[in-house]
């Protein structure tokens, strides 16, 4: 048998599964009752494409207007907007309080970092650990503490509007915003603003926080759809943006250290 009749059929029973694969999302699955558009009720591609570009929100917004309060957004996914939904599926049972759905390792994939955070981390032990200890931060006493350096940074964003309006400049208000959340965060969590409103500018490490944010969600995406892109995409990460991953880190740590060496009794 040649090689080429060998891929041809390859290739046949490859079409062959794959749309047989279709034909059952639409006619067979355990959700196929549930309206949506065709494409999107028999691949995933679509729902990929709706959160490569970005506009998940509004594409599931559209659909809703279109086919109701329940849409299949994908083979096995359903978006709900009716607020009965929620305790359906997050609420506490009648008798005792119904455990926290387990988060899908797919879309939770390991930081880059090695230790994951309170969004990510899989283990419901880790994540009581972790939330008890940001708890302290958002008690009322401590919100209360925290009051006037976030008036602070409220002040510097008002001058530096107010000083870009004296001028006739034009005002990025995205910008502006972005540059008070990462000072107060940078403020609360290493001690020290970053600048970023006294410059109007990005620094080089919230650049990259930036940068990455959309980088971060296709991975993502690429995950949770083709699990063994876990195993492989890691191992096609350039030496030179390991080395900037490393720096980025080593920043933050190096901040985080000098804030633990700081006396202080401030917020």
């Known amino acids: 048998?040649?090689?080429?009749?060998?891929?041809?059929?390859?290739?046949?029973?490859a079409i062959s599964a794959t749309f047989g694969w279709l034909?059952?999302?639409?006619?067979?699955?355990?959700l196929r009752k549930y309206p949506g558009p065709l494409l999107w009720r028999?691949?995933?591609?679509?729902?990929?494409l709706s959160r490569w570009r970005g506009s998940t929100?509004?594409?599931?917004?559209?659909?809703?207007?279109?086919?109701?309060?329940?849409?299949?957004?994908?083979?096995?996914?359903?978006?709900?907007?009716?607020?009965?939904?929620?305790k359906d599926i997050h609420g506490t049972g009648n008798s005792t309080p119904r455990k926290p759905l387990p988060k899908n390792p797919l879309a939770n994939p390991p930081p880059m970092s090695g230790e994951p955070g309170l969004?990510?981390?899989?283990?419901?032990?880790k994540h009581r650990q972790q939330r008890q200890l940001f708890n302290q931060g958002f008690s009322t006493r401590a919100l209360k503490e925290q009051e006037p350096l976030l008036c602070k940074h409220?002040?510097?964003?008002?001058?530096?509007?107010?000083?870009?309006?004296?001028?006739?400049?034009?005002?990025?208000?995205?910008?502006?915003?972005?540059?008070?959340?990462?000072?107060v965060m940078g403020d609360l969590a290493f001690g020290t603003s970053l600048g970023l409103l006294e410059n109007t500018e990005y620094n080089t490490w919230v650049r990259v926080i930036v940068?990455?944010?959309?980088?971060?969600?296709?991975?993502?995406?690429?995950?949770y759809h083709i699990p063994f892109a876990s195993k492989i995409l890691p191992l096609l990460v350039p030496k030179s943006m390991k080395a900037k991953r490393d720096a980025h880190m080593k920043f933050a740590e190096d901040r985080v250290r000098e804030r633990l060496e700081r006396k202080t009794d401030r917020p």
């Open 1 to 13: 048998m040649s090689i080429l009749l060998i891929l041809l059929r390859v290739f046949y029973l």
């Open 23 to 30: 034909a059952y999302n639409i006619l067979f699955h355990p």
């Open 42 to 48: 028999a691949s995933p591609i679509p729902r990929i």
């Open 57 to 86: 929100v509004f594409d599931a917004h559209r659909l809703h207007e279109q086919y109701g309060p329940v849409v299949r957004l994908s083979p096995w996914e359903l978006s709900y907007t009716s607020s009965d939904a929620w």
């Open 119 to 125: 969004i990510d981390v899989l283990d419901d032990e």
């Open 154 to 183: 409220v002040d510097r964003l008002v001058a530096a509007v107010q000083s870009r309006a004296d001028q006739g400049s034009e005002v990025n208000m995205v910008d502006m915003f972005n540059f008070l959340a990462f000072d």
């Open 211 to 223: 940068a990455t944010i959309k980088v971060v969600t296709i991975r993502i995406v690429v995950f």
